[in-house]
C-alpha cells in the first residue's frame, strides 16, 4: 500500500457510500450508532465487502457498542486490515 493515502470525510453516510461504489477502500466508526452506520454497513456487504467489529464480534445494530467497527470492500481487505489494526485491541502497553 506504498503511497496510499488515509481520508476521513467525517461523514459516515458518504464513506459508506463511496465505498459501496467502488471508491474507498476501507472505513472504521468508533462507538458505530445504528443511525450512522446500520445502512452503510448492508450496502457494503451487499456490494460484497465485509463489517465487523476490532475485535472480532460481529456488528449489530442496536445500541452503540463499544469499539471500533471496520468495513471493507472485500473479505480479503477486511482480513488484512484487520491484521494491521490488531495493536488497537492490545492496549497502549503492548
Excluded at 37 to 50: I, S
Aim: proline share 7%; glycine share 12%.
Amino acid at each position: 500500500m506504498a503511497g496510499s493515502r488515509t481520508y476521513s470525510l467525517a461523514c459516515a453516510c458518504h464513506e459508506y457510500r463511496m465505498m459501496a461504489q467502488g471508491f474507498g477502500r476501507y472505513c472504521l466508526g468508533v462507538k458505530p450508532k445504528p443511525w450512522d452506520h446500520a445502512a452503510g454497513v448492508l450496502a457494503v456487504t451487499e456490494a460484497g465487502g465485509k463489517a465487523g467489529m476490532l475485535d472480532g464480534t460481529p456488528y449489530r445494530p442496536g445500541p452503540a457498542p463499544e469499539g471500533v467497527l471496520l468495513s471493507a470492500q472485500s473479505p480479503e481487505l477486511f482480513d488484512e486490515m484487520m491484521a494491521r489494526l490488531d495493536w488497537l485491541n492490545r492496549g497502549a502497553d503492548a
